[in-house]
């Protein structure tokens, strides 16, 4: 397979925060070209959320990266009429504008080429009672059912520490997106696609048991912490150097071999520890057993022991520790991107890798209308007047 197997296709992103950009990001790493239409003057928003290393957001510099940037402003028939020459020479459109908000500017699905595939991400979708509510990330968690799981059970429900419905959302719409794409050339219906994807709908499909158990057997599941009540020991362990170790030995076998790590053996012929249910029953117990033996230790020491005796065992790293890391860095997995405002930094490489090939870095995240010249111009065929028109018009 080759390492870009979207090379050709086209994808505008006109989308603004992290979930639509995420989409066409996505599309973008696996070598389809991607441009991202920005308001003129103001941008994306995401240009404006730091940290900032000489006033250029660092968040934006990873989000907006990988891409062409233009400027036009749709709120204009001029901006319009532009948008719609852009996405006739296009195959994917990505938005996240509140439902009805494109059609209202006469660019939704009836008003483009019947070819292009276009997601459409929002809080709620596309159509039903709460479709036009306006929202962000922590409604689709919160709607979807996640952050009344996240969290201790005596305590208010804890937010993850990333914008996770704005990220999956992202990833299940690329998903979508890439099979409409083949629908449309492999199989040969030549016509696009709608991809509807409200953020709650990505957080609801990863619940795992929670509607089931609820459906047949009444459970209503609600916020374990870090361990879980059907099984032990599981948690993130405190070591004396400050760190938290994430140690996962609930089966047997991994109970055994977790005995020996701690040089404890005669902890498996415990009665109240002789199989998963009674574990499961004195959790608090066998858990204060192993936090009590990873104090006394440091993280790397924890980790050396746990893993000399295979047992699953993983430090939670913090930006430094993800930096210094040897797999990591045997792998690939932090790339070096030469922003075009501050300069190389490292970031996040692409994932996943085909056939075993790192992805190339990504491109620096585009300054405001920087290929504007470029993409108005040498691909819509605007002449330099008529764009310098167009920008004296604040349309571009």
């Known amino acids: 397979m080759s390492a870009r197997p979207l090379e050709g ?39 404006t959320i730091g940290p900032f290393l000489d006033g250029h957001s660092l968040f934006w510099a990873v989000e907006g990266r990988g891409r062409k940037g233009v400027t036009c402003d749709l709120r204009t028939s001029e901006g319009q009429d532009l948008f719609r020459r852009l996405t006739a020479t296009a195959d994917v459109v990505c938005e996240n504008f509140r439902p009805g908000t494109m059609e209202a500017w006469h660019v939704g699905p009836g008003d ?17 009672p709460y479709s036009a509510r306006p929202g962000l990330d922590r409604l689709g968690i919160g709607y979807g059912g996640l952050l009344h799981l996240t969290g201790y059970p ?15 959302t992202g990833v299940f719409a690329a998903h979508a997106a890439v099979a409409a794409l083949y629908e449309r050339d492999v199989k040969g ?33 609600n916020r374990e912490g870090n361990r879980l009540a059907n099984s032990a020991p599981l ?22 071999r977790l005995c020996d790590a701690m040089e404890q053996p005669g902890l498996f ?70 922003d075009s405002v501050v300069g190389p930094m490292k970031q ?8 075993g090939r790192p992805p190339a870095p ?13 993409i108005w111009c040498g691909l819509v065929g605007l002449s330099p007047d008529e764009l310098a028109a167009l920008r004296d018009k604040g349309v571009v």
């Open 9 to 47: 296709v086209r994808v505008i992103d006109v989308g603004t925060r992290i979930s639509a950009p995420f989409c066409a990001g996505l599309l973008g790493e696996l070598g389809a070209e991607v441009i991202k239409v920005e308001q003129p003057g103001e941008g994306d928003f995401m240009r």
């Open 112 to 128: 483009l080429d019947p070819r292009l595939v276009m997601v459409r991400i929002s809080v709620f979708g596309q159509d039903g």
């Open 154 to 168: 005596d305590r208010p429900p804890v937010r993850p520490g990333v914008t996770v419905s704005d990220y999956l």
């Open 189 to 221: 219906t030549g016509t696009g696609a709608v991809v509807d994807a409200p953020l709650y709908g990505a957080v609801l499909r990863i619940l795992e048991w929670t509607i089931a158990g609820y459906d047949r057997l009444g459970i209503v599941r």
């Open 235 to 256: 948690d993130n362990y405190p070591t004396a150097d400050g760190k938290y170790v994430c140690i996962v030995a609930g089966s047997d076998a991994n109970f055994r």
């Open 269 to 338: 012929d415990d009665p109240h520890f002789r199989d998963l249910a009674h574990r499961a029953e004195h959790g608090d117990e066998i858990n204060g057993i192993v936090a009590d033996w990873t104090s006394s230790r440091t993280a790397a020491e924890v980790e050396a022991a746990c893993v000399a005796h295979d047992v699953p065992v993983g430090t939670a790293y913090s930006a430094a520790d993800i930096v210094a890391d040897a797999h990591m860095a045997a792998r690939g997995d932090l790339v070096t991107v030469d």
């Open 348 to 355: 996040q490489a692409p994932f996943p890798r085909l056939d």
């Open 362 to 374: 990504p491109t620096s995240a585009p300054r405001l209308g920087e290929h504007n010249e470029e």
